[in-house]
């Protein structure tokens, strides 16, 4: 999630700005939308109402899997799941026997596979590790958004229900959920019978949990929140209703290995939403350019809503539609039935 080109194309906005010497982000505004608010190939945003389906802890539970051999974990302890649940509990692999355990603050569950030989991360993933920039996302780095065309979180969720509402009441993931302003919010509806809020950072983790205990009125019962890599979920093929991924595909490391298994856990019908940016009015020296980006960074940024397309396409996902508004883009996909 290196957000905005500081989101978009990652924390280093000296580099982009050298790179693309215009206005304000470096990219003449994009054209108008013919909707003063947004331009959108999707359908209008709709009041929703749903039931959540009705799971029992065990079940929900049995869509967490080992993220080595992918094979179903047991839930040891309280096997309600959800925020208080965390607490004494651990999670086990009957296969390779790896044993999955909460963090020293039981904000969460740890579904990671353990870098013992001290591999390097690439930026833009270690910048949002830093407990500096948990604290800053919510406190003034997510209303810089706006600068690209993002309409902000509560408009971003009413687009977000329009999109989702095939599979409303079901379960959904909030990938790379940061700070877990989209996880609050889907639980807070009412409308999933279960949101885990996924992340790679341990301090965006304990964020989002800091801020549920200072909301006395938060559903806690169908909450859960896992550290886990996005190219490595663990979760059961064909387990999960609903995949959501707020300003962070420009922030994967490897886009296409993220989006196959975002794929992969979705259930037939189920339904990928994200939202990045594409500056498709750049330079055109940018475009060999990106590469090196990408590699020197870990950052990936999008010049067409077409290469969106073609992620999604080469992921097995279909159905492929898009709302813009300037740089800002929030996609859809489904997986076939």
């Known amino acids: 999630m290196v957000r905005l080109m ?6 280093n906005v000296s580099l982009v700005s050298a ?47 080992c993220p080595i051999c992918y094979e179903r974990v047991t839930w040891n302890g309280n096997r309600d799941l959800s925020m208080d649940s965390i ?32 591999e390097p991360l690439p930026a833009s993933i270690e910048l949002f590790r830093f407990p500096w920039m948990s604290f800053l996302y919510e406190r003034g ?9 993002f309409p902000g979180p509560e408009k971003e969720f009413e687009m977000i229900k329009d999109y989702l509402k095939p599979v409303l009441g079901g379960n959904i993931i909030d990938a790379s959920c940061g ?10 509806s009412g409308l999933f019978s279960l949101v885990v809020a996924l992340d790679f950072s341990e301090t965006m983790l304990r964020q989002c949990y800091d801020f549920i205990k200072q909301d006395e009125s938060f559903p806690q019962e169908n909450f859960i929140m896992v550290r ?13 209703a609903a995949v959501h991924a707020g300003a962070a595909l420009h922030c994967w490391p490897s886009p296409s290995a993220a989006v196959a298994e975002i794929s992969r856990v979705l259930r037939p019908g189920g ?6 940016c594409v500056f498709d009015d750049a330079p055109q020296y940018i475009e060999p350019l990106r590469q090196n980006i990408a590699r020197i960074s870990g950052m990936n940024f999008y010049l067409s809503e077409k290469e969106l397309e073609d992620l999604c396409a080469s992921c097995g996902l279909v159905d492929f539609k898009c709302t813009r508004n300037r740089n800002f883009v929030m996609i859809s996909a489904k997986k076939p039935v």
């Open 228 to 240: 886990a890599d996005i190219s490595r979920l663990p979760f059961g093929s064909s387990s999960v």
């Open 6 to 11: 500081a989101t978009i194309v990652g924390n």
């Open 87 to 118: 607490s004494g509990s651990s999670l086990q692999c009957k296969s390779c026997n790896k044993l999955y355990c909460g963090d020293y603050k039981d904000s969460h569950i740890d579904l990671t596979i353990d870098n013992v030989s001290g």
């Open 141 to 149: 780095w997510r209303q810089c958004f706006a600068l690209v065309g």
């Open 19 to 65: 790179l693309l010497p215009i206005n304000r982000l470096g990219f003449k505004p994009a054209p108008k939308p013919k909707s003063p608010i947004l331009a959108s190939r999707a359908s209008s945003v709709a009041i929703l109402q749903a039931q959540p389906d009705h799971v029992s802890g065990e079940t929900k539970s049995t869509i967490l899997a």
């Open 179 to 188: 700070s877990g302003m989209f996880s609050r919010l889907f639980a807070k």
């Open 271 to 276: 339904l990928f939403v994200a939202t990045t």
